[in-house]
């Protein structure tokens, strides 16, 4: 059974810094995409960055430079650096994980549809104050 497990969320001011983890148990795909997706209040979920089981990450524009997504494998842990954070970051923040056959030209952050994603975690709260 495949569970991930997000931490690290919390409270910082604007242009603080926050670095979450998503760990990840039952995941033994060598081939696979994660990512992470936020939900602010009222809002939709969106999706904030992904990897590659190869490595190959990209971002959405507007974390683009500030966010930084890495994984340890040895330690089956998902990382988010997330750096001169502003209050619009504020959200709710799920990982999300899809075993992948095959090369990976790039993972989907942009597809937040929950029946894409094959496991989810619960989430971790941020919360940005100015």
């Known amino acids: 059974q495949v569970q991930l497990v997000e931490s690290g969320g919390g409270s910082a001011q604007s242009g603080g810094s926050l670095r979450l983890s998503c760990t990840a148990s039952?995941?033994?795909?060598?081939?696979?995409?994660m990512a992470w997706f936020r939900q602010a209040p009222g809002k939709g979920r969106v999706g904030v960055a992904a990897?590659?089981?190869?490595?190959?990450?990209n971002y959405e524009d507007s974390v683009k430079g500030r966010f930084t997504i890495s994984q340890d494998k040895a330690a089956n842990t998902l990382y988010l650096q997330m750096n001169s954070l502003k209050p619009e970051d504020t959200a709710m923040y799920y990982c999300?994980?899809?075993?992948?056959?095959?090369?990976?030209?790039?993972?989907?952050?942009?597809?937040?549809?929950?029946?894409?994603?094959?496991?989810w975690g619960q989430g971790t709260q941020v919360t940005v104050s100015s």
């Open positions: 039952g995941f033994s795909y060598s081939h696979y995409c």
């Open positions: 999300a994980a899809k075993p992948r056959s095959g090369s990976i030209r790039s993972c989907p952050y942009w597809v937040a549809d929950y029946n894409y994603w094959d496991y």
């Open positions: 990897i590659s089981s190869d490595g190959r990450s």
